[in-house]
Structure formats: structure tokens, C-alpha cells
């Protein structure tokens, strides 16, 4: 049986466009604020979604997104209770691909064999950044055998030599990290980003999704027809960040900002949003 993130990308390529993914922290400003904008999300148009596992000391996200786990810790987000908000997201959503996005310590705490749990709570993937091929068999053998994609991060220092060891066990699809950096600081050009792609499609019949850099509507439209998705978080973030109070709780209008930037997005890959393809 195909699971959804498969059947989401079949239908993207039935659909001759490029999806859009969006990353948010979960729990972040709150649990409550954090529910709201995860129930808008597919509605507002994203096609799959991210939802990234609060954690103190990451290494790879720019201090956008290192800020915004610091908001959610600080609200009492954990990993158990990411988990929960998607169980009940999904009681709602049964059709969106949703992949935890994160690092290996909060699943470690958690415990691997209880990380089942995330399958039972609805989630499709899981990308864990700090986990090499190397170490497959602490967490992605036992994810796959469970059920759960493991998506593997490609960058552009992944050469020839090194790209057969990040896919042999890649499930799902293909994250390109399009900048040499964190989340959130800089922009990879059109022609870099197509040629990257073109030598991973040399590699793997997965779909490529690229992220780190992606801001604007016009980046997200013009990523879109070069790679199979396109991946937006820092940006998003920031308005989450944008509007807050002097005391850090969400201010009117913080989810509707959020979720007005992301048909925005929508709008670019050429399809309005709610229109399901």
C-alpha cells in the first residue's frame, strides 16, 4: 500500500506542478497558536508538511528557527506532546503527508522503540539532520521496518562518491539543502538548484524537494519547475516572530499572516489554494 507521501507526490507529477512544503516548529508561539496554524496549513495550500521538533542546541537552523524552539520549549512543548497535537490534527486531515523535521536527541530521550508512537499519531516521515547513513541502525532501519519514510538531507558538497551511501536507505523523497549554511541566510541561484537536482535524479527515482533559502513567492514559482517541491520555513517563521508581543504571546492576526503567506506561496506553483491539485 502507498502511503501518503508517495500518493502526494504521484499526484503533484498527474498534476504537471511542483508542490509546496512548509516548515513550522511545533508548539511554537504555543501549543495553542501552534494547533491553529497546523489546522490551516493544507487548506491555505501546502501539499505536505514539516513539522519541526523543538530542541535547544541545533545545527543546522539559523538562529530564525533556533529562536522559534526556544519559544516552544519555553511553552512546555515536548516530544510527546508534538505528537498528541498531531494525533489530533490528523483525527481532522487524513489525506496530508506530515514529516517531523528535527534532531536526534528528542527522539533518543523519547526512547527509539516508543517512536512507533509517531506512526500511531499519524505522521508519514520523519528527517532527522544530525543522524548520518552511517548510523542507519539506530534510527532509520527501525523507522522504515515500522512504517515511517526516512527522508535524507543532500547538500551541495554531497559529491559522486558519497550520494550512493545518503540514498541507499532514503525513503519518501529527496531534501536538497540548496545553500553551504543554516536555515534562513542565504539563497542558492536557479541554475545551481537545477543542475544539483538533475545530477540527484541521476541517482535516486525519488522526488527532490529543495529548502534552506526559499523566501519569496517568486523563488518558490521558479523552484517549482525545476524540482519536484519546493520548502519554505525561516519565512514563515519570521512572521510567526513578527508578531508577537513585548511578552512573547501571539497577537491578533498571527495565524491569519501566516497562513495568508502561504497561499502567497501556493499562488506561485500556479494553483490557487483548497483546490486539491
Known amino acids: 500500500m502507498r502511503g501518503r507521501i508517495a500518493t502526494r507526490f504521484a499526484a503533484l507529477k498527474d498534476a504537471g506542478r511542483g ?40 545545527m543546522a537552523d539559523g538562529p530564525v528557527i533556533q529562536a522559534s ?17 498531531v494525533a489530533r490534527w490528523r483525527q481532522e486531515n487524513s489525506e496530508t503527508p506530515l514529516i517531523l523535521m528535527g534532531y536526534y536527541n ?26 548520518p547513513p552511517e548510523e542507519d541502525e539506530e534510527l532509520c532501519l527501525p523507522a522504515l521496518d515500522a512504517g515511517l519514510d526516512f527522508i535524507r538531507l543532500a547538500t551541495p558538497t554531497t559529491d559522486e562518491a558519497r550520494l550512493p551511501t545518503v540514498m541507499r ?6 531534501y536538497y539543502v540548496a545553500i553551504r549554511g543554516i536555515t534562513g ?18 541517482h535516486t527515482e525519488l522526488p527532490v524537494a529543495v529548502g534552506f533559502g526559499l523566501r519569496t513567492p517568486e523563488q518558490v514559482g521558479a523552484v517549482g519547475k525545476i ?7 525561516s ?41 486539491n491539485l
Open 19 to 58: 508542490g509546496l512544503v512548509t516548515f513550522l516548529t511545533a508548539g511554537d508561539p504555543d501549543a495553542d497558536t501552534g494547533l491553529k496554524l497546523l489546522r490551516g496549513l493544507a487548506d491555505a495550500g501546502a501539499d505536505l508538511i514539516e513539522l519541526g521538533m523543538p530542541f535547544s542546541d541545533p
Open 69 to 85: 524552539s526556544l519559544r516552544a520549549l519555553g511553552a512546555g512543548m515536548t516530544l510527546a506532546a508534538t505528537l498528541d497535537q
Open 106 to 131: 528528542p527522539i533518543y530521550s523519547y526512547g527509539v522503540a516508543r517512536f512507533e508512537d509517531a506512526l500511531a499519531a499519524g505522521v508519514d516521515g520523519v528527517i532527522v539532520v544530525d543522524l
Open 169 to 174: 536507505h532514503t525513503a519518501g523523497f529527496v
Open 185 to 202: 541566510t542565504a539563497a542558492a541561484g536557479h541554475e545551481e538548484i537545477g543542475q544539483a537536482v538533475a545530477r540527484l535524479k541521476r
Open 227 to 233: 524540482a519536484d517541491a519546493a520548502v519554505v520555513g
Open 235 to 275: 519565512a514563515l517563521v519570521q512572521i510567526i516572530a513578527d508578531h508577537l508581543d513585548d511578552d512573547g504571546r501571539a497577537k491578533d492576526g498571527l495565524v491569519g499572516a501566516v497562513l495568508n503567506q502561504v497561499r502567497s506561496l501556493r499562488r506561485s506553483l500556479g494553483t490557487a489554494e483548497g483546490s
